[in-house]
Antibody, heavy 122, light 112 residues
């Protein structure tokens, strides 16, 4: 059974840092792109970042580029999101998701974790 | 880059059929596959349709997806509505020019 478990969410002050983790099980982790998606309270889903199987390619939404860094440890089936210079509008539930092939140059998020809550407030 | 626009909310009665729309602002809807995710209150999203019309295993055939190039939109149709279908539904596609994933704003489906 595919499982994704996020951790690391917390209350942090504006300007602070936080590192989120996503631990995978039930599949060959290094065969898949992985993704972070966030959801602000009462709002919709927002894609944050993708990382390739070997970590060589990483993509970010503009609002986090330069502040957030996605990485992975295939040996330990884990993915991370290092979040620096946090802002109030980064407050959200952060989900990790597995990115599966839907077709040529097309992907979708076939499994999601339950999320970890990040609150940025003074 | 493009935007996916969804109606904010839709209501329908149990047993009826409802169609949720997702309109792409620029570029062809057929350029990249569209996915649909269901998110029940307090839960993580789950996939109900991928690659425009494919259903993951375990998703009932009451759920179907399609695209329409004339309106540049994708649709999720749910037939035989059940109260358990009450949820937020998000469409999603991939922007090959920016290499971003794009989500629609979501539609809140009320079944009553």
């Amino acid at each position: 059974e595919v499982q994704l478990v996020e951790s690391g969410g917390a209350l942090v002050q504006p300007g602070g840092s936080l590192r989120l983790s996503c631990t995978a099980s039930g599949f060959t982790f290094n065969n898949y792109w992985m993704t972070w998606v966030r959801q602000a309270p009462g709002k919709g889903l927002e894609w944050v970042a993708n990382i390739k199987q070997d970590g060589s390619d990483k993509y970010y939404v503009d609002s986090v580029r330069g502040r957030f860094s996605i990485s992975r440890d295939n040996a330990n089936k884990s993915m991370f999101l290092q979040m620096d210079s946090l802002r109030v509008d980064d407050t959200a539930m952060y989900y990790c998701a597995r990115r599966a092939v839907a077709g040529w140059s097309n992907w979708y998020f076939d499994f999601w974790g339950r999320g970890t809550l990040v609150t940025v407030s003074s | 880059n493009f935007v996916l626009t969804q109606p904010h909310s839709v209501s329908e009665s149990p047993g009826k059929t409802v169609t949720l729309s997702c309109t792409r602002s620029s570029g062809s809807i057929a350029s990249n596959y569209v996915q649909w995710y269901q998110q029940r209150p307090g839960s993580a999203p789950t996939t109900v349709i991928y690659a425009n019309k494919q259903r993951p295993s375990g998703v009932p055939d009451r759920f179907s997806g399609s695209i329409d190039s004339s309106s540049n939109s994708a649709s999720l149709t749910i037939s035989g509505l059940k109260t358990e279908d009450e949820a937020d539904y998000y469409c999603q596609s991939y922007d090959t020019s920016t290499l971003w994933e794009v989500f629609g704003g979501g539609t809140k489906l009320t079944v009553l």
